[in-house]
């Protein structure tokens, strides 16, 4: 395997290619607040504070209706590990991946604490960059990993800093986010799925920044193919009204915008789209003879990454 490139999500597609927008989905998983969804996933102390974190109700119906029991899902950017916990109770296998000693520290926890619970499917949490995906060490893993599911990450790159940092530009969070995608692709088993997640985002005068268009134009660049675009729910559903649930701060941002005449509603979902390599069909008649994972394949792969120092 060889390095892909780094800047295929800078890419532009000409005018008359631009992808189309799949039909929309509703899921509805923001019926429990976030603080029990961590609290009945068993996640550890300290994993509210990864702000990208994809919400475990949201992990768990992407794992379930994008995957099948002994299905390995990978999250090339873990943060704390809530995509790794819910791929474990759901008896898949789980590997993730962080740079960030915090996030490691927090996932790792996280998988320990899923299999303490009686989650005995393969977990593993290493201390790598995504760019390791597409070198020898991860040729066990080709054709194996049924979902690709990780979060558009764009909170400051320094979680313990005391003073928050601004977000990050969200086009340069756009580019690596694909380029990731990229490196994963190898990896993917025929039929598998890529999903992202993107929390809404504001501009500076406090106006949704449209991440679907650039997400779908910069996968669709990537030769990656839209197949489902969806609404993570993280507002509760009360008969035919949503019963939000965004932070303290979101409200007051939300109150001080109305007074100057920007009007601001608080935000109810998270975006959700699900991808598949544009030559799939013609990689599943290449990729049939590639044997199934075997009970410990993370883990050997873990171990050969981390050297053994890193793998939960």
């Known amino acids: 395997m060889t390095n892909r490139p780094t800047s295929l999500g800078s890419l532009p597609l000409p005018p008359d290619e631009q992808p189309s927008i ?10 429990r607040d976030p603080a029990a969804q961590l609290r009945d996933s068993g996640c550890v102390l300290g ?18 209706t994008y995957t099948r029991p002994g299905d390995l ?6 943060g704390a590990g809530t995509v790794l916990t819910e791929a474990l109770h ?27 619970a009686g989650y005995w499917r393969d977990g593993s949490v290493l201390d790598a960059r995504p760019k390791v995906l597409v070198t020898i060490r991860a040729a066990g893993l080709v054709g194996r990993v049924g979902l690709v599911l990780t979060a558009l990450r764009t909170a400051s790159r320094n979680p313990g800093d005391r003073t928050p940092s601004p977000d990050r530009d969200p086009d340069s969070a756009i580019a690596e986010l694909v380029a990731t995608l990229s490196y994963c692709e190898p990896l ?31 996968a669709t660049a990537a030769g990656l193919a839209p197949v489902d675009r969806c609404l993570a729910l993280t507002a509760g559903l009360r008969g035919s009204r949503l019963v939000t649930r965004a932070s303290l701060a979101e409200r007051r941002a939300a109150a001080s915008a ?20 544009a030559y799939d069909a013609e990689l599943a008649t290449v990729v049939t003879g590639i044997p199934r994972l075997s009970e410990n394949g993370t883990a050997q792969f873990a171990v050969a990454c981390s050297g053994g120092r890193r793998a939960a």
């Open 258 to 277: 109305h007074p100057i005449g920007v009007p601001t509603a608080l935000t109810a979902h998270h975006e959700v789209l699900i991808f598949r390599r």
């Open 90 to 116: 759901a008896d898949r296998h789980a590997l993730g991946l962080t740079t960030r000693n915090r996030w490691w520290t927090l996932a790792r926890a996280n998988v320990t604490a899923a299999k303490t």
């Open 47 to 64: 994993t509210d504070a990864d702000t990208d974190r994809i919400p475990p109700a949201v992990a768990a119906y992407a794992i379930a």
């Open 22 to 31: 799949p039909a929309l989905s509703v899921w509805p998983t923001g019926q």
């Open 188 to 218: 993917l088993r025929p039929g598998g799925r890529f999903a992202v997640v993107a929390r809404p985002l504001r501009d500076p005068r406090g106006s949704l920044i449209d991440l679907t268009t650039q997400l779908l134009s910069a």
């Open 73 to 78: 899902v990978l999250d090339p950017d873990c």
